[in-house]
């Protein structure tokens, strides 16, 4: 592994750098959606029940137990309904944006590594060839080894470059159709929320 990267040359350095960034990500989203999901499944039933009839002591004692958005977003709701009912609306739009750019944090550098490392891949490449035609043009004892090191530089970037974008765009692919998904459902239930407390 060690030979496969210093092979590759410098260009490796910072697609080693993006291999490293987009596997942090992507862990901490899956474990993000897995753990977010099931507290928002548990929790929304009994909030929107309690909400309803007006029981805000046992929907409180909901969102202490629960880290989820549907929670949060109910808490800064009832905080509001005690302070100033006009800007009750206001205040649930701004819960739920925060919710959705806590859901939506890390995919914009995830993105860039999908696009950024394919073209390192090909600087490497463009390098690498750079390299294996000076060799040429020099001559000398040391060609071939030269040639064959600028043709494993060229290889080597653009395979590790592609190696890293490919899964990365899988899991980008699947954070972005959760967090569509996660958005509706949370629209839906943050107009839910509005609609009870503006009866009470």
Not at 49 to 54: A, E
Not at 60 to 67: A, T, V
């Amino acid at each position: 592994m060690w030979e496969f990267f210093i092979r590759g040359g410098v260009i490796m350095i910072p697609l080693a750098l993006c291999s490293f960034g987009a596997v942090i990500i992507i862990i901490e989203r899956l474990l993000f959606f897995c753990f977010g999901e099931k507290d928002d499944i548990e929790g929304k039933d009994g909030i929107i029940h309690f909400l309803s009839q007006g029981k805000f002591d046992e929907v409180k004692s909901i969102i202490i137990r629960l880290n989820s958005a549907t929670a949060r977003i109910t808490q800064a709701a009832i905080e509001q309904t005690g302070k100033d009912r006009s800007l009750l609306e206001t205040a649930i739009q701004s819960a739920g944006t925060a919710e959705v750019n806590r859901m939506e944090r890390g995919l914009g550098i995830l993105d860039t590594i999908v696009t950024a490392s394919p073209l390192l891949g090909l600087l490497g490449t463009v390098t690498g060839i750079i390299r294996s035609f000076t060799a040429l043009s020099v001559g000398g004892v040391t060609q071939a080894a030269d040639l064959s090191l600028g043709i494993a530089e060229a290889l080597y970037t653009t395979a590790f470059g592609l190696a890293i974008a490919i899964p990365a765009l899988f899991f980008l692919n699947l954070f972005v159709g959760i967090v569509e998904r996660r958005t509706g459902r949370l629209t839906s239930t943050c107009q839910e929320i509005l609609t009870i407390l503006n009866k009470g």
